[in-house]
């Protein structure tokens, strides 16, 4: 049972690591010159929790192998493990339902999708929004054990965008970084994200947050149900 082999999973956490790394470099490196303010986004700062998880449970099922054998479980920090998949997995659902229509659709005005087919499917693209994700969330289907979280865990788990969003509201009121010009509006973007960007979106701001931290903690509840369902089977 691969959930049982510790090669298995040293193995696949070493390749996952390897392509976040790939896909973080590719990011920040664009043109072989380092973009610190890339780091600002919220798709880099979950691909970086998702990297430094990787970087510790690839020494902890190395560790156990070495103690403990090939055969055994390497399931590790369960309700981090937790909170850093649905961190991850809403980078990949806001990116592709929220802001690929927003960039490839409403403001090419063409409806044709192709025009942004380039950048779209390009190995650092991919990588970061769709790659990385689903190797974080088949990470925590294969080896997390189940019946670990807590019944408040969803609310705990939403400190990781509410982090960041209080992270980019003052950056973006007070730091003067900017994110380049609007197409539409033609506006200076002083924040990363067209639904955060208080200047663009205005009392829509309130909405968008509202609808993504309501699916934030519904995914996160499903994931509790979901916990405690399988934990009585086994």
Not at 116 to 123: C, E, N
Request: with cysteine.
């Amino acid at each position: 049972m691969l959930k049982q082999n510790r090669l298995f999973g040293l193995f696949f956490r070493t390749v996952s690591f390897a392509l976040c790394l790939a896909g973080l470099v590719s990011i920040c490196f664009r043109g072989g010159t380092f973009s610190p303010f890339l780091l600002l986004y919220y798709t880099t700062q979950s691909n970086i929790l998702v990297l430094v998880y990787f970087a510790v449970v690839i020494i902890k099922t190395a560790i156990d192998i070495k103690k403990y054998g090939k055969t055994g479980s390497s399931s590790y920090f369960e309700r981090l493990s937790a909170a850093f998949m649905i961190a991850i997995s809403v980078t990949m659902l806001v990116f592709w339902t929220l802001l690929v229509p927003s960039a490839f659709v409403m403001r090419d005005g063409s409806g044709d999708l192709t025009a942004g087919a380039p950048s779209l499917f390009s190995f650092s693209n991919l990588q970061v929004h769709l790659i990385t994700p689903l190797l974080m969330i088949a990470d925590y289907i294969m080896f997390s054990a189940r019946g670990k979280l807590k019944k408040n865990d969803p609310f705990l788990f939403t400190l990781i965008p509410i982090a960041y969003l209080i992270q980019t509201t003052i950056i973006g009121f007070t730091s003067g970084i900017t994110y380049g010009v609007d197409p539409i509006t033609n506006k200076v973007l002083h924040f990363p994200y067209f639904f955060i960007d208080y200047y663009i979106s205005g009392p829509m701001v309130a909405v968008y947050v509202a609808v993504i931290a309501a699916f934030f903690v519904g995914v996160s509840y499903g994931i509790l149900y979901l916990d405690r369902k399988y934990a009585k089977k086994i």
